[in-house]
């Protein structure tokens, strides 16, 4: 978790260098920058079923952002950061994302939100060259290669393999029953796939493959469901929220 943290934190301080370059190279007028501010904005949810998922982060980038403004700027100028809710749904991130770039006109957009949300935003990102870190990181985030997308860790399917490696050769687990807790989500149902792939690749099938999705408030049916198929390991491909209820 340290090391995704200070791997988020480099990433972010290399955008802030881009968009120094980028305020100081500049001659001609450019989106979002003033003799004495840069717009930036971000897509990410505030309010809702997931609140939990972006609130922490996004508070944590406004205090960035405010610290960088009271060291005095980029390159003399400050920061002017509009953060527009999602409430991690897809119509409302690309309404959000059309209203920073095109009403307010920011020079970036730092998150455009989860996979469906960025997903459906491509074709949007590139044709506006639209410099951001989404809170995704499904494999269609650099494959094929997005000039302007930047992801900060491990693919959905590779975590997912990571954890059948760490069970089956670091705890060295003989016959273990398995099973996936996933929402069904872009990314539950490529770390369920990730699952059965890796599964059948150590002669395993899955237990049980449990539906526990976004905004869930119990799970005491998949709790016991689990513990009557005597399950040794739980997989979960989800967001923090139904994660913690479960």
């Known amino acids: 978790m340290k090391r995704k943290c200070r791997a988020g934190f480099l990433l972010f301080a290399c955008m802030l260098m881009c968009l120094g ?3 100081c190279s500049q001659s001609a007028e450019v989106r979002g920058v003033t003799k004495d501010s840069v717009r930036i904005g971000m897509v990410l949810v505030k309010t809702g079923p997931v609140a939990a998922l972006g609130l922490p982060e996004g508070w944590a980038i406004q205090d960035t952002f405010n610290s960088v403004n009271e060291a005095g700027g980029i390159n003399g100028r400050k920061i002017d950061f509009i953060w527009e809710d999602d409430q991690f749904k897809t119509p409302l991130a690309i309404s959000a994302f059309n209203k920073l770039l095109f009403r307010d006109k920011v020079l970036s957009i730092l998150t455009s939100g989860g996979t469906p949300q960025t997903i459906a935003m491509f074709d949007l990102i590139d044709k506006h ?16 290669h997005r000039p302007y997308i930047f992801i900060i860790g491990a ?10 490696d760490y069970i089956m050769n670091d705890l060295k687990a003989k016959d273990p029953r398995i099973a996936v807790v996933y929402a069904e989500t872009e990314f539950g149902k490529k ?4 699952a059965r792939k890796r599964a059948e690749q150590y002669g395993l099938k899955l237990v049980s493959e449990l539906v526990l999705n976004i905004g869930s408030v119990d799970a005491s049916s998949q709790v016991l469901s689990l513990k009557k198929d005597n399950v040794d390991f739980v ?3 989800n967001l923090t929220p139904p994660t913690i209820t479960f």
Request: hydrophobic residues 50%; charged residues 15%; proline residues 6%.
């Open 129 to 144: 060259q639209v410099v951001n870190i989404p809170n995704a990181l499904a494999d269609e985030m650099f494959n094929p």
């Open 21 to 23: 370059v980028a305020v």
């Open 191 to 194: 770390g369920l796939e990730a």
């Open 155 to 164: 693919t959905y399917e590779t975590q997912v393999e990571l954890m059948f």
């Open 235 to 237: 997989v979960t491909c």
